[in-house]
């Protein structure tokens, strides 16, 4: 793969560019219940050198009922300013999943306006079966002050997708497992019908990943949006189960040069519950 500080960049990337002063890694570790893991507790046992550890529950907007929504302006600000992450660094993102959450933070940076920040491609299991230092120290941290420039275009709100899924553009594309995106298989937050936005192509994220978790190029996940029906002549909105993994379609995108997207923040946690808004079930 090609590295590129502003999407994704390789173990060996890092390794090599660990002790830049500017640079400033985040644990951005984070999985659902059923999943029996506990992100802070595996970040504190083992993380790499200088980490912070990213809470995407705590860092969120707190005064809304849906999960881990984008949080407001000064929130970011003021934690990021007391993790020691601002102007002037270069941000490397990971997760110990390999990729699943690392990119919901990159999105989270590109949302405020941050250009550079990358994922780590493989994330924490490849760094660490290459052998490349952890350690179990929380990072010395000094203030640094952000600039935040809010960039609207980049997320969508469910009056937006509504639209979007009448009229058929943007193209709309859900990265949740097929199974869940066709109404077979229960959703795993408490409430919410089964199914999918009328309108979604059905693109799990999964499918955009090589068996080592490291995305696959640039040409192949084209063929795979291609091949889910995706018009990639039109802007997309990606969507998921909760905002998270949506974040992978939106890298894949911005990698392939199809820098015309947005991310559906509230995703199905909203859209399943919405008793106003209609829900297709099947293949799309």
């Given at each position: 793969?090609?590295d590129?500080?502003?999407?994704?960049?390789?173990?060996?990337?890092?390794?090599?560019?660990?002790?830049?002063?500017?640079?400033?890694?985040?644990?951005?570790?984070?999985y659902?219940?059923?999943?029996?893991?506990?992100?802070?507790?595996?970040?504190n046992?083992?993380?790499?050198?200088?980490?912070?550890?990213?809470?995407?529950?705590?860092i969120?907007d707190?005064?809304?009922?849906?999960?881990?929504?984008?949080?407001?302006?000064?929130?970011?600000?003021?934690?990021?300013?007391?993790?020691?992450?601002?102007?002037?660094h270069?941000?490397?993102?990971?997760?110990?999943?390999?990729?699943?959450?690392?990119?919901?933070?990159?999105?989270?940076?590109?949302?405020?306006g941050?250009?550079?920040v990358?994922v780590?491609?493989?994330?924490?299991?490849?760094?660490q079966?290459?052998?490349?230092?952890?350690?179990d120290?929380?990072?010395?941290?000094r203030d640094?002050?952000?600039?935040?420039?809010?960039?609207?275009h980049?997320?969508?709100?469910?009056?937006?997708v509504?639209?979007?899924?009448?009229?058929?553009?943007?193209?709309?594309?859900?990265?949740?497992?097929?199974?869940?995106?066709?109404?077979?298989a229960?959703?795993?937050?408490?409430?919410?019908?089964?199914?999918?936005?009328?309108?979604?192509?059905?693109?799990?994220?999964?499918t955009l990943?090589?068996?080592?978790?490291?995305?696959?190029?640039?040409?192949?996940?084209?063929?795979?949006?291609?091949?889910?029906?995706?018009?990639l002549?039109?802007?997309?909105?990606?969507?998921?189960?909760?905002?998270?993994?949506?974040?992978?379609?939106?890298?894949?995108?911005?990698?392939?040069?199809?820098?015309?997207?947005?991310?559906y923040?509230?995703?199905?946690?909203?859209?399943g519950m919405?008793?106003?808004?209609p829900?297709?079930?099947?293949?799309?």
């Amino acid at each position: 793969m090609s590295d590129d500080p502003k999407t994704l960049v390789s173990t060996d990337w890092l390794a090599q560019h660990l002790k830049d002063p500017d640079l400033r890694v985040l644990d951005a570790s984070w999985y659902l219940p059923e999943a029996g893991r506990n992100a802070r507790d595996e970040y504190n046992e083992a993380h790499i050198p200088g980490a912070r550890f990213f809470d995407i529950d705590e860092i969120s907007d707190s005064r809304s009922d849906l999960p881990h929504m984008a949080p407001p302006v000064e929130k970011f600000m003021s934690r990021m300013r007391a993790m020691g992450v601002g102007d002037g660094h270069q941000v490397v993102v990971y997760d110990g999943a390999g990729l699943l959450s690392a990119a919901r933070v990159w999105w989270l940076f590109r949302l405020m306006g941050q250009e550079n920040v990358a994922v780590l491609d493989g994330g924490f299991p490849k760094w660490q079966a290459e052998g490349h230092p952890t350690e179990d120290m929380p990072p010395i941290v000094r203030d640094r002050h952000m600039t935040v420039r809010f960039q609207n275009h980049l997320v969508r709100d469910v009056t937006q997708v509504a639209a979007a899924s009448k009229l058929g553009d943007p193209a709309i594309v859900d990265a949740r497992a097929a199974i869940r995106f066709r109404g077979e298989a229960p959703e795993p937050r408490e409430g919410l019908r089964a199914g999918h936005i009328p309108g979604a192509r059905s693109v799990p994220f999964t499918t955009l990943l090589n068996a080592d978790k490291t995305m696959k190029s640039p040409d192949e996940t084209r063929a795979v949006f291609e091949a889910a029906g995706v018009d990639l002549d039109k802007p997309v909105i990606t969507s998921c189960g909760s905002g998270v993994t949506a974040a992978i379609l939106a890298l894949a995108l911005e990698r392939m040069g199809h820098s015309q997207w947005s991310l559906y923040d509230g995703s199905w946690a909203e859209w399943g519950m919405f008793p106003t808004v209609p829900v297709a079930t099947g293949d799309a």
